[in-house]
Nanobody, 128 residues
Framework: QVQVAESGGGLVQAGGSLTLSCAAS????????TGWFRQAAGKDREFVAT????????HYADSAKGRFTIFRNHADGTMYLRMNSLKPEDTALYYC?????????????????????WGQGTQVTVSS
């Protein structure tokens, strides 16, 4: 069992930056990849970014490319999402998730059902 917990959300003006953190605990040796998803009010949950723990390979949603950076601290396993140039449409509840097995990572990295363990979410609100 793996536990993940997000932090770092808040209120920021459009154009600003925010860094989210995700602390992993438990059987972290079994983590294959971790990712960030988000869900805006009234919308479905969507993929944001992911990182594979063995080699640091990352993937991003088109909406995040060029603005968001996912990375992790190898010493303690904490994962981060650095968000720059934030827009009001980035407003959402952001979730951290961990996956032990995703099959073909290059194909399945964005599929939420491949991620087994989820945090409670941290709210990001971007004002215009």
């Amino acid at each position: 069992q793996v536990q993940v917990a997000e932090s770092g959300g808040g209120l920021v003006q459009a154009g600003g930056s925010l860094t989210l953190s995700c602390a992993a605990s438990g059987r972290t040796a079994y983590i294959y990849a971790t990712g960030w998803f988000r869900q805006a009010a009234g919308k479905d949950r969507e993929f944001v970014a992911t990182i594979r723990w063995s080699d640091g390979i990352t993937h991003y949603a088109d909406s995040a490319k060029g603005r968001f950076t996912i990375f992790r601290n190898h010493a303690d396993g904490t994962m981060y999402l650095r968000m720059n140039s934030l827009k009001p449409e980035d407003t959402a509840l952001y979730y951290c998730a961990a996956a032990q097995f995703v099959g073909d990572y290059s194909v399945n990295y964005y599929k939420s059902d491949r991620y087994n363990d989820w945090g409670q979410g941290t709210q990001v609100t971007v004002s215009s």
